[in-house]
């Protein structure tokens, strides 16, 4: 009777968390669309919502609707799914590389993404063009990362890091070089706005283009999670427990990729949320993936959705949210870290 | 009956052969240790029997089947295996550990079942760890992980055990207590065993049958009464052994 209740109480504690979440994330998407330079009364906001959902008619302010559905609205849904996005691929990529300090980036995409904005930046110089150059540049990174560890005798996790911290490299020399020629007046500087992450481009085009990737690989991590618990433990143990390591891997690390490309692709670098995310839940909830994947999922939106409505508010300009991710990410990890280990 | 039969295996690690037509045959609920000198392919055998490694050639028959012809999921529900080393990265709590030896048995996209954590509960009360359940798996002593290990092997369900030296890093009392809940398990649930040891006296007291390996190639293999002399030892280990009988016991030590 006792066992039984205790798996009950860890799977009902499970539930629960998830329902708080989920309702968290509700309350922070409201209050972020009122939120900003341009205050709307959090009623107005709730109004202006069931005024368009339910075509009322109610005699409300055009301009509302616009700022609210146009301007921060596709900017919020997309910070939430980047940050949920990010954090899961974070702790997948621990999982899988059997080590807590990896991050999404691990594979060359940060290199690979910022090459190909600069390279958007300097020949076309529209949104557009620098998002799809930059998501082609991450992919090609990650394949050539995978090309790359393949060519060692053996094709082991080591091997794959390895990789993707020589083609990361490379591929930040030549950002370098992009950089170096860049007209220092005009291009430099849009290049390293790039780099340091935004939000501040992203319109109904964006949201639209990335929603329906990032809702399928969410859906299909969480659908591996278990399996992950398998692959943490290494490959040799997984085969002993009848998984096929080598196919399980390039799924995972495919379906990550993607996600993280996307994301890369429409809001420049975003440092330490795919790893500080993951640390905060594994440090409350434990480590275990079943659990550990869909709390991480919905506490890295709210997280970097509270960052992200900082960086909107907190100066007059903007200040770009890889910034901020560093700066909160750091400190928290580090006390992660220490009671950790105590 | 014959539960394992290993026909003209050939295995090397880049240039280092290891085996060359090597064969075996294992009786079913038989406790087999293999014992010989590092290096010579004690470890390598049992990854095979696994399929962790690859054969360049020959067959490994579990049960009349092939197991080439076996998926990792198949050969997963019958064999399981204990690894020597195991590097403990997050800190599992040694109930969700022992769990994921119910992987086999649980569908892709799934996660475990009730009755999945009721084997692992079991298994657990079985073997005296129940007071480990919630314990963080980093947490327990070299003893206790052998243990746990073990656990998840059983709770894997399968009629082979294959241990890599059960008894490594542990202490003398450890030692006693990994081979008799070794011989235990064996008994209670008919198993086949094969384990790999270092010490002579725990193969000789612990094995229905002993290998005795050199360089790939076999020794000697047979009842340990038959295998554990001084010749056979002097020939693989290149000492020389003195084999005392004493109070019902025998005692093998290496004479300087």
């Known amino acids: 009777m006792v066992k039984q209740l205790s798996t009950q109480k860890s799977k009902k504690a499970f539930y629960l968390t998830i329902f708080f979440l989920i309702i968290l994330n509700i309350l922070i998407f409201l209050f972020s669309l009122s939120f900003g330079r341009y205050n709307i009364p959090f009623l107005t906001t709730f109004k202006v919502i069931l005024n368009k959902i339910f075509n009322l008619n109610m005699n ?73 150059l930059s998501f082609l540049f991450s992919i090609i990174s990650v394949l050539l990362t995978i090309f790359v560890s393949r060519t060692g005798k053996i094709a082991s996790s080591i091997n794959l890091v390895l990789s993707g911290f020589i083609i990361g490299n490379l591929f930040t020399s030549l950002l370098s070089l992009l950089k170096y020629y860049a007209d220092p007046f005009s291009k430099l500087p849009t290049i390293d706005f790039w780099l340091m992450g935004s939000f501040n481009s992203i319109t109904r085009k964006e949201m639209l283009y990335t929603l329906p990737i990032f809702i399928i690989g969410t859906i299909l991590l969480i659908l591996l999670r278990w399996k992950l618990n398998i692959l943490s433990l290494g490959d040799d143990e997984a085969i002993v427990l009848g998984e096929n390591p080598k196919i399980l891997k390039l799924i995972i690390i495919s379906i990550c990729s993607l996600l993280t490309a996307i994301s890369v692709s429409i809001s420049g670098i975003i440092g330490w949320v795919g790893l500080a995310v993951p640390h905060i839940v594994r ?12 709390i991480s999922a919905l506490f890295g939106s709210i997280y970097l959705l509270l960052i992200d409505n900082i960086s909107r508010t907190l100066t007059t300009s903007e200040i770009p949210v890889g910034i901020l991710t560093a700066i909160i990410g750091t400190p928290i990890f580090i006390y992660v870290l220490r009671r950790a280990s105590k | 009956m014959k539960k394992i039969i290993i026909k003209d295996l050939s295995f090397g690690y880049f240039d280092t052969e290891i085996f060359r037509n090597f064969s075996l045959e294992i009786d079913e609920g ?65 109930i969700d550990f022992v769990l994921m030896g119910r992987n086999p048995y649980i569908s892709d996209y799934s996660t475990p079942k009730e009755e999945d954590i009721e084997i692992a509960n079991k298994v657990l009360e079985e073997m005296g760890l129940y007071y480990l359940k919630d314990r963080p798996y980093t947490d327990i002593s070299g003893g206790e992980l052998r243990l746990v290990l073990i656990a998840r092997g059983i709770v894997q369900n399968t009629e ?81 052994v003195e084999i005392v009988r004493y109070n019902g016991e025998t005692i093998i030590y290496a004479k300087k």
């Not at chain 1, 300090?101 to 390279?119: D, M, Q, T």
């Not at chain 1, 440090?283 to 869909?294: E, S, W």
């Not at chain 2, 030692?175 to 398990?185: A, F, M, P």
């Not at chain 2, 384990?195 to 360089?215: G, Q, R, V």
């Open chain 1, 60 to 132: 409300l302010d055009k301009n509302l609707e616009i700022v609210i559905f146009n301007i921060r609205l596709p900017r919020i849904i997309v910070v939430m799914f980047v940050g949920s996005v990010l954090s899961q691929c974070g702790v997948s990529f621990q999982g899988i590389f059997n080590n807590p300090l990896v991050s999404p980036y691990i594979l060359g995409i940060s290199g690979g993404a910022g090459f190909g904005a600069a390279l958007g930046i300097l020949y076309f110089n529209n949104f557009f063009y620098v998002s799809i």
């Open chain 1, 283 to 294: 440090f409350i909830f434990g480590p275990d993936y079943r659990y550990l994947l869909p």
């Open chain 2, 30 to 94: 038989e406790t087999l240790t293999i014992l010989g000198p590092n290096g010579s392919g004690k470890t390598t055998l049992l990854k095979l029997i696994q399929k962790i490694i690859l054969p360049k050639s020959g067959d490994i028959i579990i049960s009349g089947k092939n197991i080439n012809d076996l998926s990792n999921k198949a050969l997963s529900k019958s064999t399981s295996f204990v690894p020597q080393i195991h590097k403990q990265t997050f800190p599992y709590k040694v």
């Open chain 2, 160 to 240: 082979i055990l294959l241990l890599d030296e059960p008894t490594a890093y542990l202490d003398f009392k450890n030692q006693l207590i990994v081979l008799e809940t070794i011989k235990e398990l064996k008994k209670k649930k008919k198993l086949t065993v094969i384990m790999t040891l270092h010490n002579p006296n725990e193969a000789y007291k612990y094995s229905d049958k002993i290998l005795l390996i050199k360089k790939g190639e076999v020794a000697s293999y047979g009842k340990p009464i038959d295998v554990i002399n001084c010749e056979n030892l002097k020939r693989v280990y290149s000492i020389d």
